[in-house]
C-alpha cells in the first residue's frame, strides 16, 4: 500500500485545501510509492502565513537552545540510515551507499549550522564621531522561500533550510515532485522529532503541473524575504528573474558542465578511480558530475583503455541490489533524454567507447565517448546521467581552454602528482569550486559551496550560509551628547 502524506504547515500535518494528491513514483519500477498533497496557491500562503507568525519568536530564541535543537537533529538523523536507504530506493532510485552519504553528510550540515549559532556574527566599527562606537550587526531576513531539489535529496532538502534557520530565519519549503519525502517532509520530521517550534519549518508538496505557479505565489508574497533555489540552470533562471522582480536577495546553486583534468604526471590507476567515482555516482545525477574526462595525450590510450574497461564492468538497474552500482535516473523521460544526447552525437560524428544504446525504463548503461564536436547537444549540455566525453590535450594551455569552454563554471577536478603543477592550472579555471588531486564531486558543510557563471551565485556552507541568510545593520552608541550646527 501506497504511504501518505499531507503538507507541513505549522507543525502539523494537514491536507492540501483543495483535497488534491498527487502520486510519488518509484522510477525503477514506474508505480506509486507514495501519495501527497497537492498543494495550490491558497497552501503557499497558509504556509508563509505560520512562518511569519513564528519568525519573531524563533529570532529571539537563545542561541544555545537553537543550537541544542540542531545537534538534537543531526544525532536523529544519523539513525535512520536505513530508512533513508530504503526512501531513497523508492523514491529516487538511489543505491544504499549513495543514501547512508546522504545521511552522513546531511548530519554534518545540521551540526556545522548549530556551530554557526553561537559563532561570533558582527564587528566592532571604528567610529567618525568623537566617544561613538560603532557596530556591524548581522541580523536575519525573516521569512525565506527554499526549493529543494530530488537527486541528492537528504543533503540539499538539510542544506536548504540549515543555514537559514540557523541564522534565525523561518522557511517555506518547496520540495521536489520527484522526491517530496526525502527532500522536504523527511528533514521536516526530524526537526519537529528535535523540538523545533510549530510554524519555524513549513512544507509544500505539489503536482509536477502546478510547479510554476506554487513558485510564483510563494516568491511573490511580501513577506517571503529571501530565496534559495539549487536545481537545472534553466528553472533557476525563471527563480532569480522571479526574485529580482520582487527585488529579493536569492541563492542559486545550478547545473554544472564540470571536467577532470588528468595533467601528464597524474597516476593513471588513480585517475581511473577517481573518473569513475565523479562520472558514475549516483548515475552521474549530481551538479558535480563529471561531464568532460580532459586527459593529456601521453596518457590517453593507458587511461581510455583502463577506464572503459571499468565502466564496462559497473552493474546497472535495481537500487535494491548491493551490486549496483548505476541505479535508474530519476524517471524513463530522464533515461530517455540521456539516450537522446547520446544518439545526437552519434549522428554527428562521435564514437561510443562502451554503453550506450537504448535505455531499460529509467537505466541507462555506464557511457563514455570521444570525438563529440561541437555542433552535437552533448558538448555543451549538462548530461546529468552516467555518460562522459573524453577529449585529448597536448598542453596546460589548450586543457585550460578546453576546460572552461563553456557556460557553467561550477566545479573542476585536476589529477596530478604535483601539487604546485596542479595549483598553477587550477587557478586559471573559472568555476566556484576545485580540487587539486581529485575528482570533481565534494560537499563539506564547512566550505563554501556554489558556482560561477551559469551554476549560479552565493555560497552555502560555514560562515557563508550564514552571512547568505542575514543582513548587515550598521548600530551606533553614541557614548556622549554630540552637537550640532543648528
Known amino acids: 500500500m501506497a504511504i501518505t502524506r499531507d503538507l507541513h504547515i505549522a507543525g502539523r500535518d494537514v491536507p492540501a485545501a483543495s483535497g488534491r494528491t498527487t502520486d510519488d513514483i518509484n522510477p525503477f519500477t514506474g508505480e506509486a510509492y507514495a501519495t501527497v498533497a497537492a498543494a495550490g496557491p491558497e497552501d503557499v500562503v497558509r504556509a508563509v502565513d505560520a512562518a511569519d507568525a513564528a519568525f519573531e519568536e524563533w529570532a529571539a530564541l537563545a542561541p544555545f537552545a537553537r543550537r541544542a535543537i540542531f545537534l538534537r537533529a543531526a544525532d536523529l538523523l544519523d539513525g535512520r540510515g536505513t530508512q533513508v536507504a530504503d526512501l531513497m530506493a523508492q523514491e529516487v532510485g538511489g543505491t544504499r551507499p549513495w543514501a547512508f552519504f546522504n545521511v552522513g553528510l546531511a548530519a554534518n550540515i545540521l551540526r556545522e549550522a548549530a556551530a554557526a549559532i553561537t559563532a561570533p556574527r558582527g564587528e566592532v566599527l571604528s567610529a567618525q564621531e568623537h566617544g561613538a562606537l560603532g557596530l556591524a550587526v548581522r541580523e536575519p531576513l525573516g521569512v525565506v522561500a527554499a526549493f529543494a531539489p530530488w537527486n541528492a535529496p537528504v543533503i540539499l532538502g ?14 517555506v519549503v518547496k520540495a521536489s515532485e520527484d522526491a517530496p519525502i526525502a527532500c522536504g517532509l523527511l528533514v521536516a520530521d526530524v526537526l519537529r522529532e528535535a523540538g523545533l517550534p ?8 505539489n503536482a509536477r503541473e502546478d510547479a510554476a505557479e506554487i513558485a510564483e505565489t510563494l516568491i511573490a508574497d511580501e513577506r517571503v524575504r529571501a530565496v534559495n533555489f539549487t536545481g537545472s540552470t534553466v528553472v533557476g533562471r525563471t ?7 520582487h527585488l529579493k536577495p536569492s541563492l542559486l546553486e545550478l547545473g554544472g558542465k564540470n571536467a577532470v583534468l588528468v ?5 593513471v590507476d588513480y585517475a581511473v578511480d577517481a573518473v569513475s567515482f565523479s562520472v558514475f555516482m549516483n548515475a552521474g545525477q549530481i551538479c558535480m558530475s563529471g561531464d568532460r574526462i580532459l586527459v593529456h595525450e601521453s596518457l590517453a590510450e593507458e587511461f581510455t ?11 546497472a538497474g535495481d537500487p535494491g541490489e548491493p551490486y549496483t552500482v548505476v541505479g535508474p535516473l530519476v524517471s524513463a523521460q530522464a533515461a530517455r533524454r ?3 544526447l547520446v544518439a545526437d552525437a552519434v549522428a554527428k560524428g562521435a564514437k561510443v567507447l562502451v554503453g550506450g544504446g537504448e535505455p531499460d525504463g529509467a537505466v541507462h548503461p555506464a557511457t563514455v565517448l570521444t570525438d563529440v564536436p561541437r555542433d552535437a547537444d552533448l558538448y555543451h549540455a549538462e548530461a546529468f546521467g552516467p555518460v562522459c566525453v573524453i577529449e585529448t590535450f597536448t598542453d596546460d594551455d589548450t586543457a585550460v581552454t578546453l576546460a572552461n569552454d563553456t557556460d557553467n563554471g561550477l566545479t573542476c577536478g585536476i589529477i596530478t602528482e604535483n601539487a604546485t603543477h596542479g595549483l598553477t592550472v587550477a587557478r586559471r579555471i573559472r568555476t566556484g569550486i576545485v580540487h587539486i588531486n581529485d575528482q570533481s564531486v565534494a560537499d563539506e558543510p564547512q566550505a563554501p559551496f556554489g558556482g560561477a557563471k551559469a551554476s549560479g551565485f552565493g555560497r552555502f556552507g ?3 550560509g550564514i552571512e547568505a541568510f542575514s543582513n548587515t545593520r550598521w548600530v551606533t552608541i553614541a557614548t556622549q551628547q554630540a552637537h550640532y550646527p543648528f
Do not use: C, H
Open 305 to 315: 583503455r583502463k577506464f572503459t574497461a571499468k565502466a564496462d564492468s559497473l552493474a
Open 263 to 267: 595533467l601528464d604526471d597524474a597516476d
Open 198 to 205: 510549530d510554524g519555524v519549518l513549513n512544507v509544500i508538496t
Open 239 to 245: 527563480v532569480g528573474e522571479l526574485a529580482a522582480r
Open 158 to 171: 538539510v542544506r536548504a533550510v540549515a543555514a537559514p534557520l540557523a541564522a534565525g530565519n523561518t522557511v
Open 462 to 464: 560555514g560562515r557563508w
Open 338 to 340: 540521456v539516450a537522446d
